[in-house]
Every structure is written in C-alpha cells, then in structure tokens.
C-alpha cells in the first residue's frame, strides 16, 4: 500500500508526540497530518506525557527518551503502558547500548532514530499498531478464557495472569509480574498437604507437555485452598529456544461434585439392577423349589406305590409260595421301578448339588492325562448296545494324530455321557449318531502390558473340539435359545410324557436308566461343567441334524 492509498484508512488513528525539540515536534506534526493520522496535543516532559496519555487516551505515542525533567521518555513510556496500555515508540537521536538496553526492557512497539522519515514515521506507526492489535487480540482471548493462564519465563519469573488466573489465585497481575511462580502458584497434595511440584517447572525440565495429578489444591494469595486441575507446556520462540511455559487451570470444584453425583447416581443405578438381579434369583429359586418339588414328589409317590403292590403280591403269594410265576414277575417288576425311581431321584439330587459347587467355585479339578483314543472308545462302546436296540447307527471320527492331554476325566466323562444319552434319547429309528474329535488352532490376541485396550499380536491357541451330532431331529430356534437354561425340556413326545410307570405298555431302560426320565438339567450342568474346564459349548440345529460342539483347551501339561 503507498502513502497516499493509506490516508483514508489512518484518518481514525489519533497520536501524542512527546518531544522537547519545538521545531522537530512541528515536522512530526506536519508529517503525521499528510499521512493521515491526527496529532491530538505535543507535550514536551514526562510528567505531561502520563496526564495527556490518561486525559486523551490516544491510539499511539511518539516518545522522544530524552526529555527534560526527572523522568525521562524510557520511564513515562513504562508508566503509561502499564496503567494504561497505550502503545509507545521511541524517538532518540542516542543509539549507544545501555539506552538501547533499557528502551527494550520496556517491549516498546517501535524505535525511530532522528532525524525522521516520513516513509520510516509510516512503517513504524503501522507495524506498531499491526503488532499491538495482535496483542490485543490474543490478550482479549486469554481475558474471556474460561480457564486460568500463567506465563512464565525460563526463570520461573511470572510475566502474565489472565482474569481468571487473578481470580484463583487471589493476585493482580501488577503484584505478580516478575514475581517467582512458588510464590504467586503454591499447589499442595489434598491428601497429604505437602508441598506439590509445579507443572511449570516440569515443563521446562523435561521440555514437554506436564499434566497435573489428581486431587491437588491451590492455595490463594489468602490462604484458600481451590482443587484445580492443570496442565502446562513450554513455550519456544520461531527458533525453537524454550523462553518460558505457559500453565492452563481451573476451579475443579464443580467437577468434583458432579463427579460425585455422577458416583452416587451409578450406586443407585447398582443398587437398583442388584435388587431387580435379587427379585430375579427369587423368582428363579421359587421356580426351583416348584420344579424340584414336583420332580422329587413323583419318583418317591411312584415308590410309595410299587412299595404298596408288592406287598399286595407277597400277602397273595405268601412268604415261601412259587407256584404262580406271574407273581414272581410282578415282583421282579416293581422292584425294577423302585430301583429306577430312585436311581432317578439320586441323579437329580446329585446335579443339584454339582450345580451348586459350580457356581460357588468349589468344585475340585483332577487333572489327569487321557489318552484321547482310548478314552473315546471306551465312553462309544458304552453306548453301541442301546444304539442297537434303539436301531440307531453311530459313527465315531477321531484325528489320528491327537496326543494325549490333560483334563479332568471324570468330568469329561459327564460331558460325553450326558451328550451321547441326550443324542441316543431324541434321535429316531435308523437315523445316525456321529461324534467328531479334532483339534485346532484358534488365534488369541495379547494386549499391551501398560495399555490395556491396545492389542499388539496374537498366537496360536490350540483347541481340542469334539462335536456330537444327531440326524433326524430338528430344533426350532426359540427352543434351541433356551436350551441350557435350567429345567427346559424339548417335548419330544406330548402323549407319552403323561404315561405312569404302571401303564402296561410303559418299559423301563434297564441299561441306561437315565434314558427314561429327566428333569432339564442335564444340558445345563454339561454347560457349566465345560465352562468349568475353561472351554465352551455352542449348539446349532438345521437340515435335521442337531449338532453340540464342546471347545476345551487342549493342555499338552500340568
């Protein structure tokens, strides 16, 4: 922009020339006027200067250092900037080092040697309000912050507060400036009251961001004691020097007590689900004891029963009469039932109790080494003569290359058992029963030592999974949902599930007697028992085929 192109735009610009030499003051007149700036009064001391500068409050000053008087331009030009914040130049015919020295102490906005330019008047004059305008507008920002700002130097000398920073800490920036920051910022540990390390000081020690701890208090300049949380970070001139730090803070009180509100809500929201949880465990306990009263009230009614005809048979037979052999068969009969009732009623009992231990984590684990081949053979052939009475077919495909590994056989057992009685028990005539053992790999990912949600790899897991699948039965997926819940049952057949054991047509499995009944939970101890073996159980059920398959972690040692 030229001169003249710049005369509309500095015509607002209002300007105190402070100069003891008339005729220089008169030039600087005469060129502030042709450039468009106005000359609102020329005074020619120090003591004028501060009265003019606080009547006129003019946009700009010329300050000439020497002037006659006391003071001198250096010292008016300081008063004036610190209770008014009016811009200043400098205008001296001295260039030697100590005024230098000294106008700098001041952060002048300008320094203009005499004689004056006009061209050199102009730069300085829009350099100095371009520069000052920056300020204020940075000034401004840190004003209307909602957080405390400190700036210190690399001496740890305080050289800014915003008003917020007054606030908290009880000092104005005029007592603070220059002040050591220990003694204008004391922060102390809530707990222990002991003195706390500034975050300023950190800073520019380690030359990084510093973020304060928890739970430290401020004390004010009167002795109040503020939570605030902080943080601070150096600051660095354009090359790279660290001239200082700059610290940000604020009041943490209200954080604190929504903090604590927001615990108090949390605990109340825990409370709630724990009672809705309690009031849910009541309700499961009275459909438990309802369940299990009905399970335990029907084998024992039925063994009062077979008790009542037998001695109806042995008061017709006599003690030692064998001539009716239809007799001897009702007898052989009913004992059959109350061998099987209660065989029942032990079984149920026992897998309460199991269930029980499980879930107190009280259950004991022996682990021993199976060899997977010979153990699989032994829990089949268990099972291939009710598969041939029931004229089912069972295939069993075991990897050949399977070593041997350690678990808790009597609990594998169970598992197994419990699978292959529930396939055997629901699949129907000449369909097939498959039992498939393999092992694999599944990836496990690992996670950072210190950062927790970080994963940084994964490894190769091996996994021993052994699925048992029945043909010919499908299970809807409503019931497939349920079907580890306890005392859920799959009716297989409606009509036969009222039949009594004194029906005529009602058989009993005298090889597997857990074939004949069940009280619905035998799916669910398998679940537990396998979560119990650090493994997992999944069932899926389409194209009629049912199929469960148990994924235990293949343990190669103790």
Request: net charge negative; proline share 3%; hydrophobic share 40%.
């Amino acid at each position: 922009m030229s001169i003249s192109s710049a005369v509309e735009t500095a015509n607002m610009i209002q300007v105190l020339v402070v100069e003891d030499e008339y005729i220089l003051a008169i030039n600087l007149q005469e060129s502030l006027e042709g450039l468009g700036y106005t000359v609102v009064d020329i005074v020619d001391s120090a003591t004028e200067a501060i009265a003019k500068a606080n009547e006129l409050r003019p946009n700009l000053i010329l300050m000439d250092i020497r002037l006659r008087g006391e003071m001198d331009g250096i010292q008016a030009a300081e008063e004036i900037w610190r209770k008014l914040q009016i811009p200043v130049i400098y205008l001296t015919g001295l260039s030697d080092k100590n005024t230098v020295e000294r106008a700098t102490l001041t952060s002048p906005f300008g320094y203009i040697l005499k004689p004056v330019s006009e061209q050199e008047l102009y730069v300085a004059i829009q350099t100095a309000l371009e520069r000052y305008q920056r300020e204020q507008f940075l000034s401004t920002v840190l004003r209307g912050m909602g957080e405390g700002v400190i700036v210190a130097d690399s001496q740890l000398q305080v050289q800014y507060l915003n008003q917020v920073a007054e606030t908290l800490t009880g000092w104005r920036l005029e007592e603070a400036k220059n002040q050591m920051l220990t003694e204008v910022v004391q922060l102390i540990e809530e707990q222990t009251q002991r003195p706390a390390e500034n975050p300023i000081a950190i800073a520019l020690q380690t030359q990084t961001t510093i973020y304060l701890k928890n739970r430290i208090l401020l004390v004010t300049k009167n002795g109040t004691k503020i939570p605030v949380a902080d943080s601070a970070t150096p600051v660095r001139d354009k090359s790279g020097t660290i001239t200082g730090a700059v610290m940000v803070f604020r009041d943490d009180t209200q954080r604190r007590l929504n903090e604590e509100r927001s615990l108090a809500a949390e605990r109340a929201r825990q409370i709630e689900i724990q009672l809705t949880e309690l009031q849910r465990l009541n309700q499961l306990k009275e459909d438990f004891l309802a369940t299990t009263s009905h399970e335990m009230r029907m084998p024992l009614s039925n063994i009062k029963m077979a008790i009542s005809q037998l001695e109806n048979v042995l008061n017709q037979l006599g003690i030692l009469n064998h001539e009716e052999m239809s007799a001897s068969e009702s007898v052989a009969k009913y004992l059959t039932i109350l061998r099987s009732q209660c065989e029942r009623e032990l079984t149920l009992i026992d897998t309460l109790l199991e269930m029980r231990m499980i879930d107190a984590d009280v259950y004991p684990l022996q682990l021993t080494k199976i060899n997977l081949h010979n153990f699989l053979a032994q829990i089949i052939e268990s099972f291939q003569e009710l598969v041939q009475a029931q004229q089912q077919t069972l295939e069993i495909n075991i990897a050949a290359d399977l070593p041997p590994f350690f678990a808790d056989l009597n609990l594998l057992t169970r598992i197994l058992t419990e699978l292959l009685n529930n396939a055997c028990k629901y699949t129907p005539l000449r369909e097939k029963i498959t039992v498939n053992v393999e092992y694999i790999y599944s990836a496990n990912s690992y996670t950072n030592e210190y950062k927790q949600s970080e994963i940084i790899g994964s490894y190769p897991e091996p996994i021993l999974q052994i699925r048992i699948s029945n043909y010919g039965v499908e299970i809807n997926q409503e019931e497939l949902a349920l079907i580890f819940e306890p005392f859920y049952r799959i009716n297989k057949n409606k009509a036969k599930q009222k039949a009594t054991v004194f029906d005529p047509d009602y058989q009993i499995n005298i090889r597997n007697p857990l074939q004949n009944s069940g009280a619905g939970l035998g799916l669910t101890l398998v679940k537990k028992l396998v979560e119990h073996l650090q493994g997992s159980i999944t069932a899926t059920s389409n194209h009629l085929c049912t199929t469960f398959t148990v994924s235990l972690p293949f343990i190669q040692s103790q």
